[in-house]
DNA sequence: TGTAAATAGTTACAACTGTAAACGATGTCA
DNA sequence: TGACATCGTTTACAGTTGTAACTATTTACA
């Protein structure tokens, strides 16, 4: 993987694409409109560069284009959260999840399921 | 607050100052020598930035400078976890939460810490 | 008290970001 | 088949970031 560091707009485009795609570029122009206030050469802009840093491939269908994604969300949330992590947390991963606990609501479900994972963390250290 | 950005080397700076404050400029280089690559002015330019985004402040003490933190750290912290939270996680904390516990490995003591956070969440809900 | 050493300030510069206008190609309806 | 609409490409531009050389000022020793 070709170390991929994805600007904070960049990022929002690459959720609306991860979450539907493939997706023309109006189709994600048309989602972003919703939750931004950016102008469409905006957008097209970041596609672009997007391209270009191969987080995203495209074919055009005739004068349309069609997005892909390029690299796994997992792998940019990995790295993402990696850097976050060392960047204000220093590396220590415990009060960066102490500090998300304490700050968030969770439903009840949620916090049943952390406890799950924390439970088979513990079985296997 | 007035919505300080502060940049990943910026971080690096802000963490040794948070951590030994006050400091002189040549005792951050020192410490930040350790840690990176920097070429000492490339570090004074951080703290002068630092100093003009209103997140450090300093006295001159003879032809030294002593470097203070004007921003609380927790703070910051958080600015920048929401921030996070909302770029890759889309602002939802359980998968965010769930994501690092599974990626790193915790000492028994910090998962006990953490069940016990846990539990508090749920009582108050 | 002049000059070297130490320290801080100023300037620089390319890459990346956020933001978008202007331009050109393609397709479609009349 | 030509004019308009649609879509993508190119260009632009200011602000931020990473990185550091160069310059000016202060201090302290000789």
């Known amino acids: 993987m070709p170390q991929v ?9 690459m959720n609306v694409v991860w979450e539907g795609q493939p997706l023309t570029a109006q189709e994600i122009v048309a989602k972003l409109a919703q939750e931004s206030e950016w102008a469409p050469p ?55 999840v102490a500090h998300f606990l304490r700050s968030s609501k969770l439903s009840a479900q949620e916090i049943a399921e952390l406890r799950k994972i924390l439970d088979e963390q513990e079985a296997q250290s």
């Open 42 to 96: 905006t957008i097209k802009t970041m596609l672009h560069r997007l391209v270009k840093k191969q987080v995203l491939t495209y074919e055009s269908q005739g004068n349309r284009y069609v997005y892909r994604s390029f690299v796994r969300r997992s792998e940019c949330i990995r790295q993402a959260s990696r850097s976050f992590l060392a960047r204000v947390f220093e590396g220590d991963p415990a009060p960066l």
């Open 5 to 13: 560091s994805i600007s904070d707009a960049e990022w929002q485009v």
